[in-house]
């Protein structure tokens, strides 16, 4: 689908902070949100005082993971938010060569981090260790009928929003 198409993501940086991946047991990506940047979300891996996790920041290439709202027609939101679920796709891949079982490898995203945090868990058919959302939702505009493919059954999740957000919905958190 995405053939002859410039993918905005590749060639982004990845910054790492926490245990060196070659010692960690878990990992955790965090997900920044539009307009900021891998070095402002990769502060949030010190607030958890978890020992041998590394923690990866990707860059959005124009600091951004997809051009519209959350809240806006799929269609209007790609080829850019499929291009960022795969980059998501890529770094778990290389995670679990890496010796991390999927079960210690975590999402946690702030604002469209959030979104695409919760849309790559929601797509998955597999459990994760985690998800953590800090202001955000599933994608799609009002009324989108989600068949979320995850079990989350017994799987940790931590959602938190203001419920005055003006881009958020306190409906879509809910």
Same mark, same amino acid.
Request: contains cysteine; proline residues 7%.
């Given at each position: 689908?995405?053939?002859?198409?410039?993918?905005?993501?590749?060639?982004?940086?990845?910054?790492?902070?926490?245990?060196?991946?070659?010692? !960690? *047991? @878990?990992?955790? #990506? $965090?997900?920044? =949100?539009?307009? !900021? *940047? @891998?070095?402002? #979300? $990769?502060?949030? =891996?010190?607030?958890?005082?978890?020992?041998?996790?590394?923690?990866?920041?990707?860059?959005?290439?124009?600091?951004?993971?997809?051009?519209?709202?959350?809240?806006?027609?799929?269609?209007?939101?790609?080829?850019?938010?499929?291009l960022a679920l795969g980059?998501?796709?890529?770094?778990?891949?290389?995670?679990i060569s890496s010796g991390?079982?999927?079960?210690?490898?975590?999402?946690?995203?702030?604002?469209?981090?959030?979104?695409?945090?919760?849309?790559?868990?929601?797509?998955?058919?597999?459990?994760?260790?985690?998800?953590?959302?800090?202001?955000?939702?599933?994608?799609?505009?009002?009324?989108?009928?989600?068949?979320?493919?995850?079990?989350?059954?017994?799987?940790?999740?931590?959602?938190?929003?203001?419920?005055?957000?003006?881009?958020?919905?306190?409906?879509?958190?809910?």
């Amino acid at each position: 689908m995405t053939d002859n198409l410039t993918d905005v993501h590749a060639g982004q940086p990845l910054l790492y902070s926490g245990a060196a991946l070659e010692q !960690a *047991s @878990a990992a955790m #990506i $965090l997900l920044h =949100g539009r307009g !900021a *940047s @891998a070095e402002s #979300i $990769l502060d949030l =891996g010190e607030e958890f005082p978890l020992q041998n996790t590394t923690f990866l920041a990707p860059q959005a290439g124009l600091n951004r993971w997809y051009p519209q709202s959350f809240l806006a027609p799929l269609q209007e939101n790609q080829p850019d938010l499929d291009l960022a679920l795969g980059r998501i796709t890529r770094l778990v891949t290389d995670l679990i060569s890496s010796g991390i079982r999927l079960d210690r490898i975590w999402l946690a995203g702030f604002s469209q981090g959030a979104c695409l945090a919760s849309e790559y868990m929601s797509r998955s058919s597999v459990r994760y260790g985690g998800l953590l959302v800090f202001s955000g939702g599933l994608i799609g505009p009002p009324g989108t009928q989600w068949n979320p493919h995850s079990d989350f059954a017994g799987m940790p999740v931590f959602i938190g929003c203001s419920d005055r957000d003006p881009h958020i919905p306190l409906q879509r958190v809910q």
